[in-house]
């Protein structure tokens, strides 16, 4: 792969449709919620709406606040608008997933959460403590996890890199791998676990003693709320990206003929609307558990991925 | 041949090996019959597909029989049960589920490793579940080991039956007629038995507890 007019072309398509594309997935998630639990949903564009207020208010800062605080949020969305694109979501011709490969997008994603556990760390307030202590817990839980699944479908294709993994999966001949059956069970999990929706975190909470995500940020204001606010529709994004390219990658374009490109992006929008009411009703369907029940939770994620692997080597030889 | 027929069998297997997973980790009693049903209608989908891949007419009555018996008379008697007992939403402190679900791993690598070599000598269709088989099998004999109420280790039991059926579909395409009517009407009778006694003990000690038994002597 060299780096040609096409791959930048795709991949600065790419980066820019994440950046529009994201706050719509949320809002689109959260009309669909309130429409199956019977309550008169936010516009689509809501999130949006959102962004632009939050841009235009001065953002308070703490008076303890040291530079980490302030620059949490723009190394947060950095991390998130990194991850979107190294993960194929219309071309695998992206040059940047020749210096990112699926380990490095699980590092993405830690090294954003250590930062923003960090800044809530920073202040001082316990509930920003709380919420850190929370949010590192889960998320030492769910990376093993999401590591798994990305083996599991690495295997596959003998790559780490995701553009080869989509290529594999999406444009050898049609083969069904049991293993990826497991591992999308298991990404499920980690998913509903990392972007804090309903069985761990509930996102539209505002009761302390059972808020993740928005503990972390709640002493964030103007610019920098909506900077993480951004950030956190990417990372549903993303991970909604990375589970189309692993479990559903038919549609993507090759990288020789970036005109299928075209055809991607359709087949896209219509692939994130299904699994945005897909996660709507997985969220409306299941109760808010136990804090202290999320360690098991994940565990099974874990254990199931390892046993994915287990049936690819089982199935395999 | 269509491999993809193949592929999907072995698919098959591997979401029978995730619903035995799921029963162990599972606390509730009614979720359990559920995953039961669910699991047994896996099994008749997968004993369907492997009789039609090999031409096998007689693996598609003993798939009707299957789904005569463990999707509708099975999990019609254990909800019957559940019902006149009133242990619907009976929960089960179990032992740490995260402990069982590492000792369950530890099984299926040792059932893979079981299953790999004699994989290598068999020639069928589904050789590679034979493991998985295996794993199923392991896992819900941990499964009646682990729990303490009478129902969970009926459902476990249950479940190794459809481990072994797996087991024998996959290597042998299905045991012989009258064998599988032998263990159908076993295991029908065994959970008309086995339901008979849940009352007996319960009405004995007025819970489902099977460690009441343990004690011999009244002290």
């Known amino acids: ?317 | 041949m269509n491999p993809l027929l193949g592929q999907f069998i072995n698919l098959l297997g591997a979401v029978l090996l995730m619903l035995a997973f799921a029963m162990i980790s599972q606390r509730r009693v009614l979720s359990l019959v559920h995953l039961f049903t669910l699991q047994g209608a896996v099994l008749v989908v997968a004993t369907a597909v492997v009789g039609y891949a090999t031409a096998q007419p007689h693996l598609f009555i003993s798939a009707a029989l299957t789904l005569v018996l463990k999707v509708l008379l099975i999990p019609n008697l254990l909800h019957r049960v559940i019902d006149r007992l009133e242990v619907r939403w009976d929960t089960e402190p179990l032992l740490n589920i995260p402990t069982t679900m590492l000792i369950g791993i530890l099984l299926v690598i040792f059932a893979f490793n079981l299953g790999l070599p004699i994989a290598r000598f068999s020639s069928t269709i589904a050789r590679g579940t034979l493991g998985i088989a295996l794993a199923c099998v392991l896992l819900s004999f941990m499964m009646m080991i682990t729990r303490a109420k009478a129902i969970p280790q009926v459902v476990g039991f249950l479940s190794m039956e459809n481990g072994l059926f797996f087991a024998a579909t996959s290597a042998t395409y299905g045991m012989p007629m009258v064998v599988e009517l032998g263990i159908a009407l076993d295991v029908l009778i065994g959970v008309l038995i086995l339901g008979v006694f849940m009352f007996q003990i319960r009405e004995q000690f007025d819970s489902l507890d099977i460690r009441h038994l343990e004690r011999l002597k009244e002290d």
């Not at chain 1, 020749?98 to 490095?104: E, S, T, V, W, Y």
Request: charged share 10%; proline share 5%.
């Open chain 1, 1 to 317: 792969m060299t780096l040609g007019w096409t791959g930048a072309l795709s991949q600065l398509l790419e980066i820019v449709l994440a950046l529009a594309l994201a706050p719509l997935l949320t809002g689109w998630v959260n009309q669909c919620r309130a429409w199956l639990q019977n309550k008169s949903a936010p516009p689509l564009l809501q999130p949006y709406y959102l962004l632009h207020k939050l841009f235009n208010k001065e953002s308070v800062l703490a008076e303890h606040a040291s530079p980490l605080f302030r620059s949490a949020p723009y190394i947060v969305f950095g991390c998130m608008t990194l991850a979107c694109s190294i993960i194929p979501t219309l071309s695998t011709d992206l040059p940047l997933t020749l210096a990112a490969d699926a380990i490095a997008l699980v590092g993405l994603f830690a090294l954003a959460r250590v930062f923003i556990s960090l800044a809530a760390m920073d202040i001082g307030t316990s509930f920003g403590t709380l919420g850190a202590r929370r949010e590192m817990l889960i998320g030492f839980l769910a990376e093993p996890a999401l590591l798994m699944v990305l083996f599991c479908a690495s295997l596959i294709s003998t790559s780490t890199s995701l553009a080869t993994i989509v290529e594999t999966l999406a444009h050898r001949e049609l083969a069904i791998y049991p293993s990826l059956a497991f591992a999308g069970v298991a990404f499920t999990i980690v998913s509903l676990a990392e972007n804090a929706r309903v069985p761990v975190d509930n996102p539209a909470t505002h009761l302390e003693l059972t808020m993740v995500h928005e503990a972390l940020i709640l002493e964030y204001s103007g610019r920098h709320l909506a900077l993480i606010e951004w950030a956190a529709s990417l990372k549903l994004f993303a991970y909604s990206c990375a589970g189309l390219a692993l479990f559903c990658p038919w549609g993507i374009a090759e990288a020789h003929a970036p005109l299928e490109m075209l055809l991607a992006l359709p087949a896209l929008a219509l692939k994130l609307a299904i699994g945005g009411a897909a996660l709507a009703t997985l969220e409306t369907l299941s109760a808010k558990m136990r804090i202290f029940r999320v360690p098991e939770f994940l565990a099974t994620a874990f254990l199931l991925a390892v046993i994915g692997l287990l049936v690819h080597i089982l199935l395999g030889s």
